[in-house]
C-alpha cells in the first residue's frame, strides 16, 4: 500500500477546478511512489453574488473537501493507497481549506475518520488563515465576502487561526510558503505561532520574489525545483 496525496485546487473560493495545472503534479505525486487525488468543491458564485442569501459559501466548500477525503479514506485502498498514510495539499483558496482541514478535527471526527491518519497539511499561499483580519488588509475584500459572508462570528468559524483554539490537537505536521505582503506574512506567521502551541513540526518554504500562480505552477517543475525538492522532503519525513 502507498501513501496518499490529496490535492484540493485553489481560485478564490469561485473558480478552478481539480484538473488545473495537473499536468506537472500527477507524474511528480507518482514518480514518488504516492497515490495521487485530486478533488473538486461547489465554488461560491462568480462574477460575485454578495446579495444573493442562498450563494454557495462557508461551510459548503470545506463540507464538500471533508467529504472528498471521507471517499477517499473509505475506497483508496481499492487503489493500492494507504488510508492510514494521508498527506492533504492544497494552493491558495485550496490552501486555506486544508489548513481548515487540518485544525477543525471535528470535521475528521465527525466521518469517522482517524485523525492520526492524517499525517500531513501543505498549505501553499492564501492569507485566509484568519479571515476577518484578511478581508480588514484588502483592498478586494468582495472576494472574501463572496465566499464567507460579512457575519464575523461565520469568518471566525472558517478560520484555521480559530479552529486551533477549538482543538486539543491539530495535524502534527506542516509546510506553508511564504512570500507577498508584509501583512500577509504576519498572518501567515501568526497562525504557525498559534499551531505550533500543539506541539507540531512546521516547515516555510522561502518564496520571496516569486507570484501566487509561480507557487502552484512549480509543483512538479523540473526547471525549478524549489517547491518540489520541499514538498518531497516534507512528504518523506512526515510520512514516516
Same mark, same amino acid.
Given at each position: =500500500? ?5 490535492w484540493?485546487?485553489g481560485g ?7 484538473l488545473?495545472?495537473?499536468?506537472n ?6 514518480s ?5 487525488v ?10 460575485y ?24 479514506y473509505?475506497?483508496?485502498e ?9 498527506a492533504?495539499?492544497?494552493h491558495s483558496?485550496?490552501a486555506?481549506?486544508?489548513?481548515? =482541514? ?13 485523525t ?12 485566509a488563515?484568519?479571515?476577518s483580519?484578511?478581508? =480588514?488588509?484588502?483592498t ?14 461565520v ?12 482543538s486539543?490537537?491539530i495535524?502534527?505536521h506542516w ?11 504576519e498572518?501567515?506567521?501568526?497562525f504557525?505561532?498559534?499551531?505550533e502551541t500543539k ?17 502552484n505552477n ?8 524549489? =517547491? ?9 519525513d512526515?510520512?514516516?
Amino acid at each position: =500500500m502507498q501513501p496518499v496525496v490529496i490535492w484540493v485546487h485553489g481560485g478564490a473560493w469561485a473558480i478552478g477546478d481539480k484538473l488545473n495545472k495537473m499536468s506537472n503534479k500527477t507524474p511528480f505525486f507518482r514518480s514518488l511512489d504516492y497515490v495521487f487525488v485530486s478533488v473538486n468543491y461547489r465554488l461560491s458564485p462568480f462574477p460575485y453574488e454578495l446579495t444573493n442569501n442562498s450563494r454557495i459559501k462557508h461551510p459548503d466548500h470545506i463540507i464538500d473537501v471533508a467529504d472528498a477525503i471521507q471517499w477517499v479514506y473509505e475506497n483508496i485502498e481499492l487503489y493500492g493507497g494507504d488510508k492510514t498514510n494521508i498527506a492533504v495539499l492544497g494552493h491558495s483558496a485550496g490552501a486555506h481549506l486544508v489548513a481548515l =482541514m487540518g485544525t477543525d478535527q471535528t470535521l475528521l471526527s465527525s466521518r469517522n475518520i482517524s485523525t492520526d491518519h492524517i499525517k500531513a497539511i501543505g498549505s501553499f499561499d492564501t492569507q485566509a488563515y484568519d479571515v476577518s483580519r484578511a478581508i =480588514m488588509t484588502l483592498t478586494e475584500s468582495d472576494l472574501y465576502i463572496n465566499a464567507f459572508g460579512d457575519d464575523e462570528t461565520v469568518q471566525n468559524d472558517a478560520s484555521p487561526y480559530y479552529q486551533v483554539d477549538n482543538s486539543s490537537s491539530i495535524t502534527a505536521h506542516w509546510l506553508f510558503t511564504e512570500r507577498g505582503s508584509q501583512e500577509r506574512k504576519e498572518i501567515l506567521n501568526d497562525f504557525i505561532l498559534k499551531a505550533e502551541t500543539k506541539n507540531v513540526t512546521t516547515t516555510k518554504i522561502d518564496a520571496n520574489g516569486y507570484t501566487h500562480a509561480d507557487i502552484n505552477n512549480l509543483i512538479g517543475d523540473t526547471s525549478n525545483t524549489l =517547491m518540489s525538492d520541499a514538498i518531497e522532503s516534507f512528504l518523506n519525513d512526515s510520512f514516516q
